[in-house]
């Protein structure tokens, strides 16, 4: 069972460059979310899922896009990288199950644009 | 929306010490609160949490506190040890599945 998984774990772009950073969940989630994580800032959220083929934009959605084609995976893709999108993404899923439920996170992906 | 406000944001203790941190919330309706801890190079994961029809909880030197009337809640790591260092994040939600995090608190643990 290896939870949530992100590709790639770090990435180097130049301004202007496009990529996409998948994250896997093998847990049957319903939920799944995007954050990045800058110093002292906390985890903002980009974007979340609450559902196949649903998606809906969080607190700092601007410069990003995704997708959830299938329920395992959440895509976040970046059209024209800026320097002001260097950080650190999270992604993360949750059950919806009755109640609130606590976030499973995978362990990052470092992305630094030059 | 919810605002989470987390204290300190660098907490350093002796090995053997107890650390204490807080959290307020101002959504009144909130009635979830997860407390997550991160390694470095790593996602935080989930550590403890409570829900708002309980006022407090253990696991084996953690535990956490509610206070509903004051709107805040708080972390307590006894007998701090090495390994207990690391970033530590509240966050506070409210029947939804959209948690609003506090900013963090680094914890350092001196041998």
């Known amino acids: 069972n290896a939870g949530v998984t992100q590709t790639p774990k770090f990435r180097v772009l130049k301004t202007g460059q496009s990529m996409t950073l998948l994250c896997a969940q093998d847990m049957n989630h319903e939920y799944m979310y995007w954050y990045r994580q800058d110093p002292g800032m906390g985890l903002r959220l980009i974007h979340y899922s609450v559902g196949e083929g649903t998606t809906a934009k969080g607190e700092v959605p601007d410069g990003y896009n995704v997708s959830r084609l299938k329920k395992q995976n959440f895509l976040l893709g970046l059209e024209s990288a800026a320097p002001s999108q260097t950080s650190v993404y999270f992604c993360?899923?949750?059950?919806?199950?009755?109640?609130?439920?606590?976030?499973?996170f995978g362990d990052g992906t470092r992305l630094s644009i030059l | 929306g919810e605002n989470v406000e987390q204290h300190p944001s660098t907490l350093s203790v002796q090995e053997g010490d107890s650390a204490v941190i807080k959290c307020t919330y101002s959504?009144?309706?909130?009635?979830?609160f997860p407390w997550y801890k991160q390694e470095l190079g790593k996602g935080p994961q989930l550590i403890i949490d409570i829900r708002s029809n309980v006022g407090e909880k253990k696991d084996q030197r953690i535990a956490v506190t509610l206070n509903k009337t004051a709107k805040h809640f708080s972390l307590h790591i006894t007998e701090t040890q090495p390994e207990d260092s690391a970033v530590y994040f509240c966050?506070?939600?409210?029947?939804?599945?959209?948690?609003?995090f506090g900013r963090g608190t680094s914890l350092i643990v001196h041998p």
């Open positions: 966050a506070a939600s409210k029947g939804s599945y959209i948690p609003t």
């Open positions: 959504d009144s309706a909130s009635n979830y």
């Open positions: 993360a899923s949750s059950h919806s199950g009755r109640g609130n439920q606590p976030q499973h």
